[in-house]
């Protein structure tokens, strides 16, 4: 059990955090997925290309009542980042008091609390409460669907179960799920394999279970509805999507170390802990983090998994954790949780100090080093969107472009209502918005210096690109990052994007030459680049 102090000290770490979210929610721009999916909400509709739909259902009101980035952030991803740590405690109570019969004994008072800190501590977890993605909403689901699958495993040992309501809560969970993320059936599977092993075969003797179902169904068919009106495309992305390219065993050992350094090492050693002390563990419970977790193991292999896909699996994993480390430390077997402890959350202090700093303090975007800086993707769009803005304003220019779907979220968002166009020939949901870029028009193009494209020019693209103007970010001192503003004439219909080394002075004026045409099989060369007046 925490002393007074050690119990202070958790309390004061879990409401410093919630400080830190708060100062980085208003101090950051949106990250590349934020702004996607903050304009879901901007264009309502049944579903999206690439995600179910709740992400952009869930912020509708406060975007389309104007509200700043930072009172979004504080609204929707901290407050579910809030009621996560919540009921990850709450569950960890229900299965001391549903499991374990000794739940009273003094070493467990304080496992809802170690639970709680199992994800303050870890690293990630932090992103998903300053920035809303579909995993944001995962980290409250999913100790919901587990919460509500203990509290069904109770009822279904009565002889007389009352659990109607509990079946339709979960099929409101469920329903809820499937529209947060495609991946939560990873989740929802652990329900019925928990049930089955606790109580055999009754829930599919008990009207409600289909009643669930029923409602799981009804949340989930506005995106059959939308998937029905563009011909399957979501699925059809998702699918290759996850298929990923070709399978290389040694990337098992990347997402692992990743893993490690993302989620840390201390829920693994609460957990050891809990299975070596108490064998009435209640194992099935642990397939909420199985599952998901052996799916995106395998998916990395194909190089089509990222780190916070596992997120909610590991808040699944908190509460059992929670329970180990308790017993742990009443005991009196404290060393390794303190060196985890202190080195997970020095991880977070560095996160943070990077965030702050963006980057390293001393490296400046001309630096190797710096022209890979991953926080200098949060800085400087807000600004860049409104100079793109009055430079449309002022050439009286109706379309952007740029030349990835990552640049182009941020700018459709910093600049709306203007059109964003994406110059490449795969579909995504730019297209679905706002259209390809229509034959011989104009566009104000967008460069930045982190992903750094050869202008769109040649017979296929543009006729001629010329840069009006440019913008540095600046951190602390130094320049972190450049956005080129280049005024594009006469769109031919099609250019393949090729990335190149970014020159960060050259002003430039670029014409079509017949060699610029490109071919499946031919590489586009660089263009011809002449001197100009930078306007």
Partial sequence: MLSPLGKRLAIFVIFLSVFIHVFFGFYLDFSVDEAHYALYGLHLDWSYFDHPPLVGWIQA????????VGFIRLLIPEVIWIFSIVVTMSLTRLILDSFFYFSGDIHFKSAPLWAALCLVSSPILHVLGVGLLPDTLLMLIVPMMMWLTIKLHLQLTQRYPRDLGLWILLGCVLGLAALAKYTSLFFALAIPFCLISWNGMKMFN??????CLLIAAIFTSPIIYWNIQHEWISFTYQIAHGSGGEWKFKRLGVFLLNQMVCFGVLSILG??????RHLNTPTP???FFIIPFLLFLYFSGGGSSLPHWTSPAWIALAPIAGIGLSNAWGMGKRVWIRFFLITQLSICVAGFSLLLMGGIPTVSMQDPLGKNNPIADLFGWSEAGEKMTTLAQNNKIEHLA???WTL???????????????????VDQFDLWFGKLPIGKDALLLNWSQMSFIPPVGDTGFESCEKIDSMVVHRFGRDIAQFDFLLCKNWQGSFSPQRNNYDFNLPIEIQSTPLLESTPDQPVPEPSVQNSKNN
């Fill in 61 to 68: 009101l406060p975007i389309n009542l104007q509200f700043s």
């Fill in 206 to 211: 008990r009207p409600g279970f289909w009643i």
């Fill in 271 to 276: 957990v050891i802990w809990t299975y070596r």
């Fill in 285 to 287: 419970l642990t397939l």
């Fill in 402 to 404: 740029v030349q990835n």
């Fill in 408 to 426: 182009g979220s941020r700018l459709a968002w910093y600049s709306k209502p203007l059109p964003v166009h994406i110059l490449d020939e795969r």
